[in-house]
């Protein structure tokens, strides 16, 4: 799946200048003029990594990193800041409010997709993760396989990343909001209707051994992984 890219950048040219160049480098972007228009687009759906620019009108792009740093559902979107000062103090005040990576204006365009290439790698090491194993179930997130009880597991995409979301985060109350942002991230018209259809998938999947159980429905908050 590509990865989409949220530009916030209030100088048309230089959106217009990313934006090509992301698509060209086979990203999806999606482009605003300011953090009041990001945050909309960010209330819908989370992108992989936000290039955002220092100065805006409105919100400043350090303020609104503050901000996307503070919030427990975007704290880990990668950001990479633009900025036309090149002071190194400048530089350090990015940092210290979150922004992953740091570009200068004016940038080559290449230079800034080899960043945004790390920085996505980065963020994203699930195929070189460590396999998982909770209460006789291991998932194998290289291989792309599951076994319950030492049997191999079919699963779709969407189930798979969905139970190793669970694997993950044993024992917490998840929304449904919270796990269409982490398992699915790169939709934005999926209702959180989806979430139910595929637990109720995985549960099938996971019930000749009886793991089903352990997915359990929290009323009024969504799912709950518990090992028992
Ligand atoms: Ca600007």
Known sequence: MSARILIVEDEPAIRDL???????????????????????????????????????????????????????????????ML?????????????????????????????????????????APEVAEDPVEVAGLRLEPGTFRVFADGAPLSLSPTEFKLLHYFMKHVDRVLSRAKLL?????DHVYIEERTVDVH?????????????????ETVRGGGYRFLPR
């Open 18 to 80: 990313l934006a090509v160049n992301l698509r060209h480098a086979g990203y999806v972007p999606m482009s605003v003029e300011s953090a009041e228009d990001a945050q909309k687009q960010l209330d819908a759906a989370l992108p992989d990594l936000i290039v955002l620019d220092w100065m805006l009108p409105g919100q400043s792009g350090i303020d609104y990193a503050k901000r996307l740093r503070a919030d427990p559902r975007t704290r880990e979107v990668p950001i990479l």
């Open 199 to 215: 637990i109720r998938r995985l549960r099938v999947a996971l019930q000749p051994t009886g793991h089903d159980r352990l997915i």
């Open 83 to 123: 900025t036309a000062r090149a002071q190194e103090g400048d530089k350090l005040q990015g940092f210290d409010v979150g922004a992953d990576d740091y570009v200068t204006k004016p940038f080559s365009p290449r230079e800034l997709l080899a960043r945004i290439r790390a920085l996505l790698r980065r963020a």
């Open 181 to 185: 942002d982490n398992v699915w991230g």
